[in-house]
């Protein structure tokens, strides 16, 4: 697979709560490989019990481990992906979400993204819920 990525031309903001490294970038173009889809991902463990109630961090840790088995199961990694959306019950929490994207996401691979604060999830002590669209191979 070939890809570009478009990087952020600045940050989101100097201050407050949307400042600081984020784990996307303003665009991707691919061409080749074969589209993964990968369901939206609660912090669910193998057991399917949900993991980090009230931490976000361990909460979207958790759902970027559930993400990378998909991924592993279809042959690629997070370099692979180009698409996130993101629903979150407090966009307050930008930051927290944030600091754990950036441990599984490269600099070089950051994904295009869409974030969107939501008022319930199918688990009530949910935080946040990821979809990827990945571009493996080629």
Known sequence: MAKTVYPLARPLAERGK???????SNGVK???????????????DENMN????G???AQTRQVLRNIGKALQQAG???????RVTVFVKDIS????LHDARLE????????ASTMVQIAEFVHEDALIEIDAVAVIGS
């Open 18 to 24: 949307f400042s600081g490294p984020v784990a996307f």
């Open 104 to 111: 599984f996401f490269h600099a070089d691979h950051l994904p």
């Open 30 to 44: 691919t061409s080749g490989g074969e589209l993964l889809f990968i369901s939206g991902q609660l912090a669910y």
């Open 93 to 96: 929490r930008f930051r927290e």
């Open 55 to 57: 931490d976000m961090g």
């Open 76 to 82: 690629g990694s997070f370099q692979d992906i180009v």
């Open 50 to 53: 949900l993991v980090g109630p």
